[in-house]
């Protein structure tokens, strides 16, 4: 071997003097390893193409095609195909999940950062929130925004501390959850329509609500006590009014009816009065001076019952007498009083007649 012959194999090189070496034999045959080398590499380049070209979407998810720098939704489950290294693929979890504002969830611990808000009537509240959420629209979700859930987390804070600041305290922790509840659900999804952001809100629940220290959690437990005893006695004098009520109204209702059954004698009655009148002014028409008379008959009658009455003929004579008490008492009274006038036992007679009505004359 030569010196510049030994300096090239040195350093790497063959050197080619028409198909001779130094020693003047013929080369020897070029191996086959290169080749076998390239058909590895090709082979696996190909399996690498052929594992990049097919991708699965499963039942709860969506996938985002991109090609070339545009968007394709894909929502079909099962398996699909792509342009290797052209079409890329982004898949999104599309079932119900959820975060909580105000506490962590692994832990317990509250965040007061988040919980602590200031309600209507100025008072200071711990109140924990979880909120439930669902990709609605992949695209939107994977380009609309850097981080689609961290803007829902500050939309869900705001329109809660809106919402909170607006009821008091009282409504807060006891009556006014489901009302607050559905306040900020519609609030939030009016605000994710603006944004459209590819997220759809579920639901949004309060986990609890309470004051923020231990002195304020005991007044609030006072004011609580007096509330239940306020309503209490509300309820027991509702029950009373409820039972004493129908009492008082059957009363009234007699009361009712005995007046108007008082009434309504007292207008037959007066109607009777009326039509007898009618009928004695009637029969007075027909002959007044014979019913003056009988009238003056009964009334002395009604007002003086014990009286003796003693008719007088006009000329003066006592002959015939006409005791009231022969049409309305019994036999032997009107014995007597026959056998009385006769012996002139009565010491004061009053004579009634057409010629002196009404006069008093001593017995003969």
Do not use: W
Not at 138 to 152: G, H, N, Q, T, Y
Not at 199 to 214: F, Y
Not at 236 to 263: F, H, T
Not at 267 to 281: G, H, L
């Amino acid at each position: 071997m030569k010196n510049g012959s030994f300096r090239n194999f040195r350093n790497g090189f063959q050197t080619v003097d028409g198909g001779a070496n130094d020693s003047g034999t013929s080369p020897r045959p070029k191996k086959t390893g290169g080749k076998i080398a390239i058909l590895v590499i090709l082979a696996i380049v190909l399996a690498i193409l052929g594992l990049n070209s097919a991708y699965e979407i499963k039942e709860q998810e969506q996938a985002v095609l991109i090609t070339l720098g545009k968007a394709t939704a894909v929502t079909e489950p099962g398996l699909h195909f792509k342009i290797p290294f052209i079409q890329q693929v982004r898949k999104v979890n599309t079932t119900i999940q959820g975060f909580a504002i105000g506490y962590s969830t692994d832990d317990n611990e509250i965040n007061e950062d988040e919980s602590l808000m200031i309600t209507s009537d100025f008072n200071f509240i711990d109140v924990d929130f979880y909120v439930e959420y669902r990709y609605s629209d992949p695209v939107k979700a994977i380009f609309a925004s850097r981080d689609p859930l961290e803007i829902l987390k500050n939309i869900s804070q705001s329109c809660i501390r809106t919402v909170i600041g607006s009821y008091p305290v009282d409504d807060v922790l006891t009556t006014g959850k489901n009302e607050i509840q559905a306040s900020i659900r519609e609030m939030i999804l009016k605000r994710l329509e603006e944004q459209e952001i590819g997220i759809q809100l579920v639901n949004i629940t309060i986990q609890d609500s309470e004051p923020p220290t231990q002195q304020v959690m005991e007044a609030f437990k006072a004011v609580e006590t007096a509330k239940q005893g306020k309503e209490t006695a509300l309820n027991n004098a509702n029950k009373y009014r409820n039972e004493q009520l129908p009492s008082a109204q059957a009363q009234a209702d007699g009361i009712i009816k005995d007046a108007e059954a008082q009434k309504t004698e007292r207008v037959n009655e007066a109607t009777a009065q009326v039509a007898r009148f009618n009928s004695m002014y009637a029969e007075y028409i027909k002959n007044p001076v014979i019913t003056k008379q009988r009238m003056f008959y009964e009334t002395m009658e009604d007002v003086l019952p014990d009286l003796k009455v003693i008719i007088e003929s006009p000329s003066g004579s006592m002959q015939t007498i006409y005791p009231i008490e022969s049409f309305t008492g019994s036999d032997e009274d009107n014995a007597g009083t026959a056998a009385g006038t006769n012996t002139g036992t009565e010491n004061n007679v009053t004579g009634v007649g057409p010629a002196a009505a009404g006069s008093t004359q001593p017995q003969e």
